[in-house]
C-alpha cells in the first residue's frame, strides 16, 4: 500500500502511556496514516463516535487502567462497531489468554517494537481486511465493518 493510498485510511491508536503512543502516532502518521488517538477506552469510544472518516483499523494496548483492550473491543463489538485490532502489549500475561479464549485469536506485537514491525502487522491487517471485505458484499457501507475471524 502507497503512502498516498494510507492517507484513505484512519487508525485509531488507545495506549495509556503517552511516549507510547506518541511514538505509534508519528510512526503511522510519517507513514501517511490518518491517525486519532486516545488514551483509554473511555476516550477511544468516544473518539469512534466523532472520528470525522471512517476508522479501519485499532492499535490498542491490551493492559490500561480501568477497561483494558480486550473490553474496550468486545463493548465497541456489542455496540454493532466492528474493527481488524492490532493488540500491543508488554507482557503476555492471564488477561491475554481469557481473550484468546473469548475471540479464538489475537493479533499481537509484543512491545518494544520497532516502526518497521509496527507498519508491517498494520499492513498485514489491512491488507487481510480488505480482501475479506471484498467477499463480504454486506460490508460495504457499514461503518468500520470486520470480519469477526479475522484476528489472527
Known sequence: ??????????????????????????????????????????????????????????????????????????????????????????MVESVVVEGIAKCNSLVMLLKPFSPRELLARVSEILASSSRLNSLDPSASGKQQARPTEHRA
Open 1 to 90: 500500500m502507497s503512502e498516498s493510498r494510507h492517507s484513505l485510511v484512519t487508525v485509531l491508536v488507545v495506549d495509556d502511556d503517552p511516549a507510547i503512543r506518541r511514538f505509534m502516532v508519528r510512526v503511522l502518521s510519517h507513514a501517511g496514516y490518518q491517525v486519532v488517538e486516545a488514551d483509554g477506552a473511555r476516550s477511544a469510544k468516544e473518539a469512534v463516535r466523532r472520528a470525522s472518516s471512517p476508522i479501519e483499523l485499532i492499535v490498542c494496548d491490551i493492559r490500561m487502567p480501568g477497561e483494558n483492550g480486550l473490553d474496550l473491543v468486545n463493548d465497541l463489538d456489542v455496540m454493532g462497531l466492528r474493527f481488524p485490532v492490532l493488540y500491543v502489549s508488554g
